[in-house]
């Protein structure tokens, strides 16, 4: 074995790292890799897992050398139709602007084997450096990230273990601030409605700031409503309807996002209920499209501009010298903004 560890963030991880962990020849391991050539299931099984194992991703740079790079961030985000990331990506995108460097975007529709497979495709093109949203990844994942030898930054969350550099807020905070601000108003029946969170991680953290804060207050969630798909006003009309006619005692509702939430305040406003005098609503992320309504729905800001803005700075400054390697972590503060769905009152 060489005294080299092929998990070293200082090096690329070469044939020769499969080569020695799977014990069979780097000829061969080319051949598994690049589909070629005449080689035993059992050979390729174990090639494969080896590199698996140490995230081993080939390169597809044809004639390059294997320490080359090009000038492409790999940025992977859950989703394109959910509002919040094209601002991340705007931020990303003017810091980039500045450098010889662009941005190239893979979406993983919140699925972690969706994951696996854009970033093995991504970092088989060796990018200069990756953003990612998220800190909860497969082994897979965190392996091909931990032996990529380039910038990682995690974005959007900081309630957890970084690989390398992460920028975002604690959702668990973000839960726990909209809670009291509830609690500060004299609300006591709360539903929570949102999406189905085994693999919206940052959305089930909230949730679980949320209720850890009104415990202490001796108040339990009266009742929740989940869905699946995208979020949208008629799908936050529909669950505002189904959870008022099955709980009409409730007094405040707490949505899992803005989009789910405006939907509720506009079917609110249609069934002549006040608001936030008989029923409270907030959502969480700002959303500036609802910025034009006629009335604003209380919210917790999550920067998601900056967060894209200082994400792609560290890759940026990472591969210029201009920062350290490694470690770098940027803690936001969510933003209460109260609108005119929660502040009942003057206090």
Known sequence: MSDADPTDLRRPLTLRDVSEASGVSEMTVSRVLRNRGDVSETTRTKVLEAAKRLGYVPNKIAGALASSRVNLVAVIIPSLSNMVFPEVMTGISEVLDETDLQPVVGVTNYRPEKEEDVLYEMLSWRPSGVIIAGLEHSEASRAMLKASGIPVVEIMDTDGQAIDAVVGISHRRAGREMARAILKQGFENIGFLGTKMPLD???????????????????????????????????????????????????????????????????????????????????????????????????????????????????????????????????????????DTLKRYKN
């Open 201 to 339: 991680y940052r959305a089930r953290k909230r949730f679980e700031g949320f209720t850890e804060a009104l415990a202490k207050a001796g108040i339990e969630v009266q009742d929740q409503i989940f869905y699946e798909g995208g979020s949208g006003l008629a799908k936050g009309r529909e669950m505002t309807q189904a959870i008022l006619e099955r709980s009409p005692d409730l007094d405040f509702l707490y949505y899992s996002n803005d989009m789910i939430g405006a939907g509720g305040m506009l079917w609110c406003m249609d069934q002549g209920i006040a608001v936030p005098q008989r029923l409270g609503l907030a959502g969480f992320n700002g959303v500036e499209l609802l910025d034009g309504f006629s009335r604003r729905l209380a919210t917790m800001e999550s920067g998601r501009h900056e967060i894209g803005q200082l994400a792609a700075r560290i890759i940026a400054d990472r591969l210029s010298g201009a920062e350290p390697r490694g470690g770098q972590r940027v803690e936001l503060t969510p933003k209460l903004q109260l609108g």
